[in-house]
């Protein structure tokens, strides 16, 4: 194809839309065999812009990529802190229920001492 082409490349093929090859493939067949330099101007031109057009798209979903990544990162933090923070609230429930128990144990065990031991203070 790059025989075909003349001004394109086997780099530039490899990079090259797949329609867009076609159709800079096919304008030279339908184009007459005398054709000018200008029209291979015109013609190197194109591929240039489909280029640059393909490596911007290629850019644009790229940073698409990146940040859909960023994003489930942020995500998968937020998760994971918000998950840290209902453990520790549930650690901190079960730490003031066992204070509770030992208050209301201790609070029991004076009186049952004072008439265990038949002493009157």
């Given at each position: 194809?790059?025989?075909k082409?003349?001004?394109?490349?086997?780099?530039?093929?490899e990079?090259?839309?797949?329609?867009?090859?076609?159709?800079?493939?096919?304008?030279?067949?339908?184009?007459?065999?005398?054709?000018?330099?200008?029209?291979?101007?015109?013609?190197?031109?194109?591929?240039?812009?489909?280029?640059?057009?393909?490596?911007?798209?290629r850019?644009?979903?790229?940073?698409k990529?990146?940040?859909?990544?960023?994003?489930n990162?942020?995500?998968?933090?937020?998760?994971?802190?918000?998950?840290?923070?209902?453990?520790?609230?549930?650690?901190?429930?079960?730490?003031?229920?066992?204070?509770?128990?030992?208050?209301?144990?201790?609070?029991?065990?004076?009186?049952?001492?004072d008439?265990?031991?038949?002493?009157?203070?």
């Amino acid at each position: 194809m790059a025989a075909k082409t003349y001004d394109v490349g086997d780099d530039e093929l490899e990079t090259m839309d797949r329609t867009a090859l076609l159709e800079v493939v096919a304008k030279d067949i339908v184009s007459p065999r005398g054709a000018t330099s200008r029209r291979r101007s015109v013609k190197s031109d194109q591929v240039r812009e489909m280029e640059l057009q393909l490596v911007l798209k290629r850019m644009e979903l790229e940073s698409k990529r990146i940040e859909a990544e960023t994003e489930n990162r942020r995500r998968e933090a937020d998760t994971e802190l918000e998950s840290k923070r209902i453990e520790a609230e549930n650690r901190a429930r079960e730490l003031q229920n066992e204070r509770e128990k030992l208050r209301l144990a201790d609070a029991g065990r004076p009186a049952e001492r004072d008439e265990q031991d038949g002493y009157d203070d």
